[in-house]
T-cell receptor
């Protein structure tokens, strides 16, 4: 199983960069790394995804190591509204389905 | 961007009754939608995959006769919790993607909080 490992919780100061790590050491070559976040009592929100290159969008940057066994989600200037549970998910042809399976995630708390 | 809408957002029902939850893709067609359940302080658990025009695929341990899924069109999937009991109280979330590639994100609805009294 291409499971992921994330720290259960992290704190970050408002205005600073939040760096959320994820280990996916059993990832295979055609599996993507996805990041979502869930604010309390809402559905998960898509943030970013990548295969092997680093990616950036208006929300965040995704840094994937060269061996693809780990990645880091970077929120460049965290705000209080970024407080949420962040999920790192590996998705690909290992499962004969197009679904996503969530782990426990990292609870990020942005503090003033 | 892609939007997935769920209705209702909250529902309270009495034990023994059935509840229907709707999931709609508003600006794209989705041949496949997914239903998740989330208990307090836990992660999302995949319940079933809803396929347009065919039977849903259920995850191990999910009773297909209790959680009826109908995906009658490319923009609508429904989950019916039949003969609901208090232990069915949970946060139910659906998702869909524009296509079937792994490079296409799933977009999630805002969930339905079901309380069975």
């Amino acid at each position: 199983d291409a499971k992921t490992t994330q720290p259960p919780s992290m704190d970050c100061a408002e205005g600073r960069a939040a760096n959320l790590p994820c280990n996916h050491s059993t990832i295979s070559g055609n599996e993507y790394v996805y990041w979502y976040r869930q604010i309390h009592s809402q559905g998960p929100q898509y943030i970013i995804h990548g295969l092997k290159n680093n990616e950036t969008n208006e929300m965040a940057s995704l840094i994937i190591t060269e061996d693809r066994k780990s990645s880091t989600l970077i929120l460049p200037h965290a705000t209080l509204r970024d407080t949420a549970v962040y999920y790192c998910i590996v998705r690909g042809v290992r499962y004969n389905n197009n679904d996503m399976r969530f782990g426990a995630g990292t609870r990020l708390t942005v503090k003033p | 961007g892609a939007v997935v809408s769920q209705h209702p957002s909250r529902v309270i029902c009495k034990s023994g009754t059935s509840v229907k939850i709707e999931c709609r893709s508003l600006d794209f067609q989705a041949t496949t939608m997914f239903w998740y359940r989330q208990f307090p302080k836990q992660s999302l658990m995949l319940m079933a995959t809803s396929n347009e025009g065919s039977k849903a695929t259920y995850e191990q341990g999910v009773e297909k006769d209790k959680f009826l899924i109908n995906h009658a069109s490319l923009t609508l999937s429904t989950l019916t919790v039949t003969s609901a009991h208090p232990e069915d109280s949970s946060f139910y979330i659906c998702s869909a993607s524009r296509d079937r590639t792994y490079n296409s994100p799933l977009h999630f609805g805002n969930g339905t909080r079901l309380t069975v009294t």
